[in-house]
């Protein structure tokens, strides 16, 4: 979800329960808010850390991820007149390349078993992959064991 205001633009997302979420690279240091939820992270030391809402805190550039262990709405502020969300992504974060490629697959694929399979890999979807076959699926297509985007 977007969201604007007088020099601020706004990114939401919703995050389940039981999600291991990938975020794209932030470019920059952004404001974080989370309004509700608890998520597992790794810090900067690489200890085990739990965020629990209400929380905001300034988020240095770089990638989040966390398992969600409940359901969570996350948002990333930024200070921008900007209003166009192509301009804006480029701006602020990068997509990795298995995104790209997986966002290309369910713009280009309409077999809901698929789709499924891909949006898995995108992380801030937030789908459990429900069997075996969308599980090697991901495997192959992200070339390896994880999620990780």
Not at 6 to 25: C, D, M, Q, S, W
Request: aromatic residues 10%; charged residues 25%.
């Amino acid at each position: 979800m977007h969201y604007f205001a007088p020099n601020l633009y706004i990114r939401e997302v919703h995050l389940k329960k039981g999600t291991f979420a990938v975020g794209h690279y932030q470019k920059f240091p952004q404001l974080n808010i989370m309004l509700k939820g608890k998520v597992a992270v790794t810090d900067s030391e690489g200890k085990l850390v739990m965020l629990e809402a209400p929380l905001m805190y300034v988020g240095e550039a770089g990638r989040k991820f966390g398992y969600v262990v409940e359901d969570t709405v996350w948002q990333n502020i930024y200070v921008t007149n900007e209003t166009d969300i192509e301009t804006l992504e480029n701006t602020y974060i990068e997509k990795s390349e298995a995104f790209k490629k997986s966002e290309k697959l369910i713009n280009s694929d309409g077999d809901a078993k698929s789709t499924e399979c891909h949006k898995f890999l995108l992380g801030g979807e937030n789908i459990t992959p429900k069997n075996d076959q969308c599980q090697s699926s991901i495997k192959q297509e992200s070339g390896g064991d994880s999620c990780h985007s």
